[in-house]
């Protein structure tokens, strides 16, 4: 049984009433309001030993709330509840010193649980407040599943703290995501954020990447450089695919999380490893252990705090959300306005995704090129999805055979909807221009909208592209990639 007062504060009277019965039952006096003011005043008085309040009520936000109670009664503890359930949220109400954060609808066994544990950990610490606050629509993260609740939760309590976090998750989650709000939003925000990826840099050059090297140190070393530790001083690393780090720069990394310090290749100068290390990767570390492909100590040192990510095909009520926030995406980096029809959501959500979040935005982007439409239907959804290029080739096909599948399956398609109706003549003009259109309007959208990079990709001069971008009337401007 549990002993103490418990102010409850919900505009919803049949929320008021579950949680005032439940929580008597539990042994615990209860008063219940539905206005912020009633709360306040309440706590004012001296009153209760634990809150639980909704986060939006009639005449007031609760979260704006807590930092004058926290400053009127430091030790009182004060869960809150939301239906807006966003990471922002949760960090939001880790920031201004709330005990739990619960998402709508809530579990009730799990209310009365963090109820009971705030009524036996009442004294304890209190974080600071942070006095910068946090809002705004471009959210780093999208999802309201009850996966993804569970993610943003772990992410609030990391806020305010320097722990190393290891990220898992299949390719195309959003790993660099959840590194990157980590750190924006965390103690080390205002320091830089670097991120390597170990599987693209060779084996061989891992350690000068990683500490940097001296002049002379090895061949083609003609100037000293420094390495990412030096680079993220004051911030954080972002270790991706750490999986794929050879065994013997594991030994050094390891040997500079346990000293603090390091020196670079070829030199004698120690340097000060002050950075918040996440790591990240899509493989089955403990079996890489297991193979004496991974160093344990190694593994125990990055996964202090673990988190996984969830493939989409565990979260399939969030590919809604993801859809419309790519399209908005896309639309603000140059390619054509869209909308999505409900019908052509409910097909999307049916859908495996074994590429992930990754896969999703980029069918949101064809849609917005080759989509004749202002309104992406079923239909078309149907018809995209079913033209994706088959797993025929195997997974040993190279990029220009997939690539190849890709435009042959388009050109079919092209054929098969204009049937008898095609052009007299100009077919090959027309063709090329169909599909150089969406060629250099995802390359741009893929650079974000830096015209000399789009050059070097698509291997044509500048001023022929700009000359294309004119012909072709695409709108370019700059834009930030989102997972």
């Not at 705030?118 to 910068?132: D, G, H, I, T, Y």
């Not at 079923?378 to 079913?386: H, K, S």
């Not at 044509?460 to 700009?466: F, G, H, Q, S, W």
Request: aromatic fraction near 4%; include cysteine; proline fraction near 6%.
């Amino acid at each position: 049984m549990m002993e103490g007062t418990i102010l409850v504060a919900d505009d919803d009277r049949s929320i008021r009433t579950v949680l005032a019965q439940a929580l008597t039952r539990a042994g615990c006096r209860v008063r219940a309001t539905g206005t912020a003011s009633t709360l306040w005043r309440w706590i004012e008085e001296g009153e209760g030993d634990v809150v639980v309040t909704d986060v939006m009520m009639p005449d007031g936000d609760a979260l704006d709330l807590l930092p004058a109670i926290r400053k009127r009664r430091p030790t009182l503890p004060v869960i809150v509840m939301s239906a807006q359930n966003t990471v922002m949220t949760a960090i939001r109400a880790a920031e201004v010193g709330a005990y739990e954060y619960l998402p709508k609808p809530f579990d009730l066994k799990e209310v009365l649980a963090q109820v009971s544990k705030a009524l036996n950990q009442k004294s304890r610490p209190q974080q600071p407040v942070e006095e910068e606050p946090v809002g705004g629509d471009n959210l780093p993260l999208i999802g309201r599943s009850p996966a993804m609740q569970e993610v943003y939760r772990i992410l609030a309590r990391l806020m305010n703290t320097d722990l190393g976090v290891m990220i898992t998750g299949e390719s195309g989650t959003g790993k660099e995501l959840v590194a990157r709000a980590l750190h924006n939003f965390g103690l080390r925000k205002k320091g830089p954020f670097v991120a390597i990826n170990m599987a693209a840099i060779p084996r061989d050059l891992i350690e000068s990447e990683l500490f940097g090297h001296e002049k002379g140190a090895f061949t083609g070393a003609d100037r000293s450089m420094p390495g990412k530790f030096e680079q993220a001083r004051g911030g954080t690393l972002f270790l991706d695919e750490v999986g794929d780090m050879p065994l013997d720069a594991q030994t050094r990394l390891l040997r500079v999380l346990q000293e603090g310090e390091y020196t670079r290749v070829g030199g004698r100068e120690l340097q000060t490893a002050d950075v918040r290390i996440i790591a990240a990767t899509h493989q089955d570390l403990r079996g890489l252990i297991n193979e004496g492909r991974f160093r344990e100590d190694l593994f125990y040192r990055l996964n202090v705090v673990p988190i996984r990510l969830p493939p989409l095909r565990e979260r399939l009520d969030d590919v809604p959300d993801l859809a419309r926030a790519f399209l908005r995406k896309a639309e603000s980096e140059g390619l054509p306005r869209k909308t999505i029809s409900k019908e052509a959501l409910d097909i999307l959500k049916k859908q495996e995704w074994s590429g992930n979040v990754r896969e999703l935005e980029n069918l949101m982007r064809r849609l917005c090129v080759l989509c004749p439409d202002d309104v992406i239907s079923g239909t078309v959804v149907t018809q995209e999805i079913a033209a994706r290029p088959s797993s025929a080739a195997g997974p040993q096909a190279t990029q220009p055979q997939r690539l190849s599948q890709a435009i042959e399956t388009h050109l079919r398609r092209y054929f098969d909807l204009h049937g008898d109706s095609l052009p007299p003549d100009g077919l090959y003009d027309r063709i090329l221009k169909e599909m150089e259109l969406p060629l250099i309007a995802l390359s741009l959208s893929a650079t974000r909208g830096n015209q000399v990079r789009t050059a070097e990709l698509l291997g044509i001069n500048r001023n022929t592209l700009r000359k294309k971008i004119k012909d072709l009337d695409i709108r370019v401007t700059r834009g930030k990639r989102m997972l």
